[in-house]
């Protein structure tokens, strides 16, 4: 792509440099070559990036006095540039052609399967699922009977997913990740101890533009569904349980753990080994930090806080107000020392 076709689609300026100059991809300082982009978010990298071999530079206007140090390149403005960059990078990024089918795969009877679609090596897709156009089933994967899986998804080798699973367009599963497994749900006879699983045939829908990093685990409903929603983003190693919401764009990082019924509202920021209960609400926006805890059926919300407040501890409460409570055990653990 040329900067200019970048530039109509993206959005910016082109401040410096001729529109049909050829970008191939993007690199980091150290590595970029002459037909690459870089990005400068301080001063000083844009003053470096203007110096670099890149053909192009993408940096908020005004972050230089002056572009003459290098007029070879081509200088975009942009009110974010670090984004900016990210989503030309998605632009730039080169498709695998399409596969086709590995000889060493079983494919079921009344496989639907769009256009250029790739299933890799001994890869196992079930009867009367759905692949969509451009999506990658990778080597070793298995497919439940009727999963539907919509287009320009990538499935990485080992994923698992079972039936009752919907998946969209644009989906990233990454290796030994585990779709629409049963829940952890058991009734327990009161008389004898033993326990009876509570009945796990429900769903699981994973929307559109949704990632989910390696080793993850994300159950079914137990009577209706478990719901994924637009754009959301795991890290590995997450488990969530049957029966609940996780939000549009939320975040949730490494060994994080929501147990059933639980919701996380939109745009909320689930740090690493955060652990939920069940039916518990996280509203939209609510920051939680790394190892932070919230009890059965509680609610954490934003109200009366200022945006971007972190929660923390366990039960997880504003961060400020933790360290006025440890502050506050500090002074007391000092005096009752200096009493003896």
Known sequence: MTIGELVEQLGGKLAQGRPESEITGVNGSERVTATELLFAEDAAAAAAALKSPAAAVVLKAGLAASYASNPS??????????????RAAKLLAKSPPGGGVHPSAVVGAEVKLGAEVTIGACAVIGDHAQIGAGTRIEAGAVIGEGVRIGEHCCIYPRVVIYPGTNIGNRVMVH?????????????????????????????????DDVEIGAN????????????????????????????????????????????????IGKGAVLAGQVGIGDHVHVGPGVILGGQAGVFSGKTVTNEGLKPGTVHWGTPARPLQQVLREQATLARLAKRQKNSH
């Open 216 to 263: 993850c685990t994300i159950d079914r409903g137990a009577l209706g569904e478990t719901r994924v929603r637009h754009g959301a983003k795991f890290d590995n190693l997450v488990h969530v349980g049957h029966n609940c919401d996780i939000g549009e764009d939320a975040i949730l990082v490494a060994l994080t753990g929501i147990s059933g019924s639980s919701t």
């Open 73 to 86: 390149i081509a200088v975009v403005e942009a009110d974010e540039p670090k984004l900016w960059f990210a």
């Open 175 to 207: 290796a030994g990740v585990v779709l629409g497994a049963d829940g952890f749900g058991y009734v327990r006879d009161a008389k004898s101890g033993a326990y009876t699983q509570f009945p796990q045939q429900g769903t699981l829908v994973i929307e």
